[in-house]
């Protein structure tokens, strides 16, 4: 079974620019999260939703940072304008909202911002 | 709120020898999850292990057992027969039942040496 897919995997840009990273969850799974992670923080929770529905964005850092799930197999993490404090490894995970499902992760998108 | 403690920065075994990472945790709640994830130099964020507080039996998976101590808040991974395909980040998390939130701790970084 293919698991959560992200893209990019590494993305490069200069500061001011928008980004897109994109996230495919698992087929039936109906819970989405975006984390960041660096060495300071550590993952931290971006946003979580739940049948396509944001639940909880209280992680998002600013303005600047938008999420969307427009179907039950897409979302999209926006940052515009970027900064170069924005540079992290962000992951999408997903999970099916049942029991005690565990999250899922992707293998992550590194965006360096110049 | 909860908070995970990964006391060990940085340990190293010799291949084929066992080791353990330590975890603890503080919380009020009775029913909860917790989770061994291992970030390995590709980056993926990968599920090893979990368990439900209300087992008191201790999860395995192939060569990985936690050892769970309820009372004392303690959840620690225990790795057989090391591989260097082991030599990863490993991180500790926590779960409330009924939650979305994984609560993580800092991570252990482990070396497994030739």
């Known amino acids: 079974d293919a698991g959560v897919i992200q893209s990019p995997r590494h993305e490069v840009t200069e500061m001011g620019q928008e980004v897109t990273l994109r996230c495919k969850p698992i087929?039936?799974?109906?819970?989405l999260f975006w984390y960041r992670q660096t060495m300071m923080r550590g993952l931290e929770l971006l946003i979580y939703?739940?049948?396509?529905?944001?639940?909880?964005d209280s992680g998002m850092p600013e303005d600047r940072f938008s999420a969307k799930m427009p179907n039950a197999s897409f979302s999209t993490l926006k940052i515009q304008p970027s900064e170069p404090r924005d540079s992290a490894v962000y992951f999408c995970?997903?999970?099916?909202?049942?029991?005690?499902?565990?999250?899922?992760f992707g293998d992550g998108t590194r965006l360096s911002i110049l | 709120a909860q908070t995970v403690t990964q006391s060990q920065p940085e340990m190293s075994v010799q291949e084929a020898e066992t080791v353990t990472l330590s975890c603890t945790y503080d919380?009020?709640?009775?029913?909860?999850?917790l989770f061994w994830y291992k970030q390995p130099p590709s980056r993926q964020m990968i599920l090893v292990i979990r368990?439900?507080?209300?087992?008191?039996q201790n999860a395995t998976e192939n060569r990985f057992s936690v050892n769970f101590q309820k009372a004392a808040k303690s959840f620690s991974l225990k790795i057989s027969d090391s591989q260097l395909g082991d030599t990863a980040m490993y991180f500790c998390?926590?779960?409330?039942?009924?939650?979305?939130?994984?609560?993580f701790g800092k991570g252990t970084k482990l070396s497994v040496i030739p």
């Open positions: 995970a997903s999970r099916l909202d049942r029991g005690t499902q565990p999250q899922h």
């Open positions: 087929s039936g799974h109906n819970s």
């Open positions: 939703f739940n049948n396509n529905v944001p639940i909880d």
């Open positions: 919380t009020s709640e009775n029913n909860y999850y």
């Open positions: 368990q439900e507080a209300y087992k008191q």
């Open positions: 998390a926590f779960e409330r039942a009924g939650s979305y939130q994984l609560t």
